[in-house]
């Protein structure tokens, strides 16, 4: 267990539908990430906060993507008119800025089926 | 942005060094190169990371060349929990995130 939680660990859900998911970093980490993994590949960067302002994002994240990080503790991942090929683990990471170079903590993800 | 060349996979006998090898060859003077493994159905965990000089901690250690443009992760004793893709990252330039390859799936034989 790292520390980061996310919820819902899975979460089926129907074409078209809005989903959200949550994450909760370690507390005292001010950079908060979000990634997708697809089966058999690397998890792929989608945006990244430090406290509570989105410092980026990949062109993965379509206009049907939204994330959140309001009060520079927990974040939010919202997909709205999901479709199949949203079906991916999202994970969560969390790190702390450090001199010397910095590890992400990573959450167990949220696996999403989307039929 | 740095990449990063792994082998798809590997095989290592129970007890003996697993040496995971990494070729980053186009990375700048001021990324890291982390190392991280995944546990099927887990988030990635991290392992190790260093710059320069070669690193060691309870889990591995970490052998980077001395152009920086390889390195090899090595599990001392591996164990069967030691089974797992382990990914070799370069931190983007100018950001924190990071790209991940498609890894080296380790297995190790009992």
């Known amino acids: 267990d790292t520390g980061v939680s996310q919820d819902p660990r899975h979460k089926i859900t129907k074409r078209g539908q809005n989903v959200t998911f949550r994450c909760d970093p370690i507390?005292?980490?001010?950079?908060l990430y979000w990634y997708r993994q697809t089966l058999g590949q690397g998890p792929e960067f989608l945006t990244y906060f430090q406290n509570e302002a989105q410092l980026e994002k990949s062109r993965l994240l379509s206009d049907r993507f939204s994330a959140e990080r309001p009060k520079g503790s927990f974040s939010t991942l919202e997909i709205q008119r999901t479709e199949q090929g949203d079906s991916a683990m999202y994970l969560c990471?969390?790190?702390?800025?450090?001199?010397?170079?910095?590890?992400?903590?990573f959450g167990p993800g949220t696996r999403l089926t989307v039929t | 942005d740095a990449k990063t060349t792994q082998p798809p996979s590997m095989d290592c006998a129970e007890g003996r060094a697993a040496n995971l090898p990494c070729n980053h060859s186009t990375i700048s003077g001021n990324e890291y190169v982390y190392w991280y493994r995944q546990i099927h159905s887990q988030g990635p965990q991290y392992i190790i990371h260093?710059?320069?000089n070669n690193e060691t901690n309870e889990m591995a250690s970490l052998i980077i060349t001395e152009d920086r443009k390889s390195s090899t992760l090595i599990l001392p004793h591996a164990t069967l929990r030691d089974t797992a893709v382990y990914y070799c990252?370069?931190?983007?330039?100018?950001?924190?995130?990071?790209?991940f390859g498609t890894g080296t799936r380790l297995k190790v034989l009992a």
């Open positions: 260093g710059l320069k």
């Open positions: 507390s005292e980490h001010n950079r």
């Open positions: 990471a969390s790190s702390l800025v450090l001199a010397g170079g910095q590890e992400q903590y």
């Open positions: 990252i370069v931190r983007f330039t100018g950001t924190y995130k990071y790209i």
